[in-house]
Nanobody
């Protein structure tokens, strides 16, 4: 059974930074594809960044150059470093894990506002 717990959301001013973390509970973390989606009010959930167990990282065009995804297989964590935040980055951010099925965290709120 896989469980994901996100942390690190909050309120930040435009131009600021936040670091989201996702703790994975379960086995075989290193071969799971991990990533982050987000959902803004009234909008569909959209991919932010994905990091396969062994492969190239993909970012949404809207976050390229500002966000960085990384993983620590020893600690079973995946991290999203978000810099130069914009008001349009405001959303609930969800961690996901995919292997034979897809698992989701409960989400963490990110609000970018002055």
């Amino acid at each position: 059974q896989v469980q994901l717990v996100e942390s690190g959301g909050g309120l930040v001013q435009p131009g600021g930074s936040l670091r989201l973390s996702c703790l994975f509970s379960g086995s075989l973390f290193s071969i799971y594809a991990m990533g982050w989606y987000r959902q803004a009010p009234g909008k569909q959930r959209e991919l932010v960044a994905t990091m396969p167990g062994g492969g190239s990282i993909h970012y949404a065009d809207s976050v390229k150059g500002r966000f960085t995804i990384s993983r620590d297989n020893a600690k079973k964590t995946v991290t999203l470093q978000m810099n130069s935040l914009k008001p349009e980055d405001t959303a609930v951010y969800y961690c996901y894990a995919r292997l034979n099925g897809v698992y989701w965290g409960q989400g963490t709120q990110v609000a970018v506002s002055s």
